[in-house]
């Protein structure tokens, strides 16, 4: 699994992120961690070295649909609009609590609504 990371926090924006914490869990615990730089610009290259880099499921900001499209055609599970900071999400995401408004960016609750209508279609 991955995390996005900015000044310890959960970087704002998956397409222009810069860093990534790749973590490795066994059985809801981390086993391993290291940080990778994400240099490509490109959103195709983006998902694509992520993929390459084994992330299954990805914690981050926002995240443009083209490169959710992208990642999720690729088999990696986008968890989208955390906020805070990253230690702290990380843990949360372990222990199966990311679903408290005190992660989600500001908005959040617009977004839930329209995706129930379908607004959202996170492509």
Request: glycine fraction near 14%.
């Amino acid at each position: 699994m991955g995390i996005t990371v900015w000044e310890g926090r959960v970087a704002p924006l998956l397409d222009t992120a810069q860093r990534l914490w790749a973590v490795d869990v066994d059985g809801g615990r981390e086993v391993g961690r290291r940080e990778v730089a994400l240099t490509e610009v490109w959103l195709p290259h983006r998902a694509r070295r992520l993929a390459d880099e084994g992330i299954g499921v990805l914690l981050c900001g926002a995240v443009s649909r083209r490169l959710a499209g992208a990642l999720a055609a690729l088999g990696v599970q986008v968890v989208p609009w955390l906020a805070g900071d990253a230690e702290q999400v990380l843990q949360a995401y372990l222990r199966g609590e990311l679903n408290r408004p005190r992660w989600c960016m500001p908005g959040w609750r617009r977004w839930r609504r329209g995706r129930r209508r379908g607004a959202w279609k996170g492509g």
